[in-house]
Structures are given as structure tokens and as C-alpha cells.
């Protein structure tokens, strides 16, 4: 058994987290960057080949990235869906974006599953692996009449069709949660691995994780398309340690009300820098929540959360490559203020800002210890 090659793999993660007519699923962003990032380190894809795709309005922007995909893979073909899933009056599966309404207008505001399906379906990959964290439940049009029915609408060969649960049940978001009940688990399974596997988790071991979570949880099952061998194939190493194995903490979302310091020191000096392991990664910034604060001066929230958003690009980058953000980057930032509307507390973020240069320098220490010029990047 073996690791995909990652060179000739491809994946596609596809998320809506606010609709215009549907309840917002607000877990789903944290799912893209979780998913994207636990692939990368765990199954060889590379980043530049791991494809986000998140509140896309433009169906024709999220078929250019399956289809580019589709025609480039040649080892591992993976698409994964977060979201709101629908029955057209057909019986018809979509998978709900941004300002997809119900029927009769479903099938022209949504992506329509049979066409990915077919995009696929047509794939020269060796192996292609579809996820969907959604519900697809009969009771959205009072249609639906059993699981085969919907079973049989996703089956791809020489695929592991991998669904969240049954097609008469609804996947679950519990609100204030940091991912979707599904996904989380499937994260869970991909980090902590399975004592029942070998030295690498198949699909077929992953799955037989998922279900028994579900069944200790009382979640959803749940459900498996597999044609082929496919559910053979080795995703990601198996990290399960007996002896290292901790809790899994719950999966609500970050609060900071009093961010931890970070154990490292800035002086370069110190034998133990640069540490190994990140100070931050791209989903831990990504879930933080700030405290927000009135009629006393806070950041202003659209600024910091955009200055955020491309420290996040700039963490998704591998460690050993050019970096495209500089400590001084974050040390220099600057926001403008708040009073008279709500803000973000300001030492709150420049305590966590803090830790985000921390983990810049990490980045750049390890970068000359490799002997690379910084004036490349």
C-alpha cells in the first residue's frame, strides 16, 4: 500500500457558508481550511493542487476548477462539498450555493450533482474520491423514498463515494461549533488515525472510524458508495499512538479572551529555535473570535479580518518554500478605529498578532537555516 502521489493528485473543496434563502452554515469555512491543510500534511497533496472553492456565485468558476482537476489528475482525483444539500421535485440531487433557491428554481442556482458526476465519472484519475458533508434529505421536497434511491444517483466507478449521512436525514451543524459534526470527525479520524489500521489509513479504515464516532455521538451514519478496490486505497499515514492518544477537545469555536503567551522566544540564539512544530496555523486563525467592544476604541473588525485573511494565504504556504509575507509585515500593521460601533478589542489582537510574528520569524528562521537568500522571496 501507498500514499497518493502527490504531484499527479488533485482535489477540489468546494463550501457555502451564507446563502440569500437558505440558513447560513457558518462551520463551513473553518471545514475548507481544515480539510485543505489536513490533506496537505497528511495525504502528500500539494498545496498549489488542493483547490478552495468557497461562496462561489459563479457555477461556471466552480466547473473550471472540478474540470481543470478532473483533467490533470492522474493518481488521485478527490472532491469534497460543505454545505446545504437539495432534492430538485425529481428527486434530483444539488448541492446548494450562495443564492440557490428551492425548486422550481433549484436546478439553475445550484451545482446539479449529475453534472459533476459525469465531470468525474470522465476523470483519468486512478482513483477518485468524493466527500459530501450535506444533507440531502427527502423531507426538503416530501420526496425522497429511500436510501438506495439516492445511493445509486452518486455511484462513480472505480470510486469511494463517502456521504455524512442517509438520504432521509439531515447532516448536522451545531451551532457555535468550529466544523460541521462530519467533517470534525473526519479530521478527527485523519489526526488521531485508527487502531484497527496498519501503518496507513485505506478509505475502507476511515470509514469504519466515521461510523463507529457516529454511533458513540448519536450523529447520522454515515454512507458508502465503493466500485472497484477503490476503498483500499491508503489516504494518509495512520497516526494513532496508544500511548500518545489524548482527548480530542470539543469542537466549538476559539475564544481569546486572554491568548496564551507562546512558549518561544524571538531571540534567535536559543538552541530550541526554531521550534519544529507551528506557533499558529492557518485554521487556528482562521476560527479565532475576538471580543468585541462598544463605546471604547477597538480595531475595525472588516480591516483586521482581511489583513487575517492573507495571513492565512501566506501559512497555507509550504514551510521549506518562499514566503510571501514578512514578520515586519504584522509588526507594521496598522487598523483603524472604532467608538461609536462595534470593534475589536485591541490588546486581544495585538496579543494574538503577536503570535502570528512569532510564527512568521519561525517561518524565516527555518528558511536561512536552510541556507535560502531571504532577498528571493
Known amino acids: 500500500m501507498r500514499l497518493p502521489d502527490g504531484s499527479k493528485s488533485r482535489a477540489v473543496l468546494i463550501g457555502t457558508s451564507d446563502y440569500d434563502h437558505l440558513e447560513p452554515v457558518k462551520a463551513t469555512g473553518n471545514n475548507l481550511v481544515a ?21 462561489e456565485r459563479d457555477l461556471s468558476k ?39 433557491a428551492r425548486p422550481p428554481l433549484l436546478p439553475w442556482s445550484a451545482i446539479p450533482f449529475a453534472r459533476l458526476y459525469e465531470t468525474i465519472r470522465r476523470a483519468r484519475a486512478s482513483i477518485k474520491v468524493v466527500i459530501l458533508d450535506c444533507c440531502y434529505s427527502g423531507r426538503a421536497i416530501g420526496g425522497m423514498s ?79 458508495c465503493v466500485t472497484h ?21 470539543p469542537v466549538t469555536n476559539v475564544g481569546r479572551s ?54 492565512i494565504l501566506a501559512l497555507m504556504e509550504p514551510e521549506a518554500g518562499p514566503q510571501r509575507m514578512v514578520p515586519e509585515a504584522v509588526r507594521n500593521s496598522q487598523f483603524a478605529t472604532t467608538r461609536l460601533r462595534e470593534g475589536y478589542d485591541m490588546d486581544e489582537v495585538d496579543a494574538f498578532l503577536d503570535q502570528v510574528e512569532l510564527e512568521l520569524e519561525r517561518r524565516w528562521a527555518l528558511r536561512r537555516g536552510a541556507g535560502e537568500d531571504d532577498s528571493s522571496a
Open 229 to 249: 478496490t477503490a476503498e483500499h486505497l491508503s489516504l494518509a499515514r495512520n497516526r494513532h499512538r496508544p500511548e500518545q492518544v489524548k482527548p480530542t477537545p
Open 146 to 224: 429511500d436510501e438506495e434511491d439516492i445511493l445509486g444517483k452518486i455511484q462513480i466507478t472505480g470510486s469511494f463515494t463517502l456521504t455524512s449521512s442517509p438520504a432521509n436525514s439531515v447532516s448536522l451543524a451545531p451551532e457555535g461549533a468550529r466544523y460541521t459534526a462530519f467533517t470534525g470527525a473526519l479530521l478527527e479520524v485523519l489526526e488521531n488515525g485508527s487502531p484497527g489500521a496498519g501503518e496507513f489509513l485505506a478509505l475502507h479504515d476511515i470509514y469504519r472510524e466515521l461510523l463507529r464516532i457516529s454511533r458513540d455521538r448519536s450523529l447520522p451514519q454515515p454512507q458508502l
Open 35 to 55: 480539510v485543505r491543510s489536513a490533506l496537505v500534511r497528511h495525504t502528500g497533496l500539494l498545496p498549489q493542487h488542493c483547490v478552495p472553492v468557497p461562496d
Open 62 to 100: 466552480i466547473g473550471s476548477a472540478v474540470q481543470s482537476a478532473a483533467d490533470q489528475a492522474e493518481d488521485l482525483l478527490l472532491v469534497y462539498y460543505s454545505g446545504h444539500g437539495l432534492v430538485d421535485t425529481d428527486g434530483e440531487l444539488h448541492l446548494a450555493q450562495p443564492q440557490s
Open 258 to 311: 486572554e491568548p496564551e503567551p507562546s512558549p518561544w522566544h524571538r531571540s534567535k540564539a536559543r538552541s530550541d529555535w526554531p521550534p519544529a512544530e507551528p506557533i499558529l496555523t492557518p485554521e487556528e486563525i482562521h476560527s479565532v473570535r475576538f471580543k468585541t467592544v462598544r463605546l471604547s476604541e477597538g480595531y475595525d473588525e472588516g480591516e483586521v479580518d482581511a489583513f487575517l485573511d492573507r495571513v
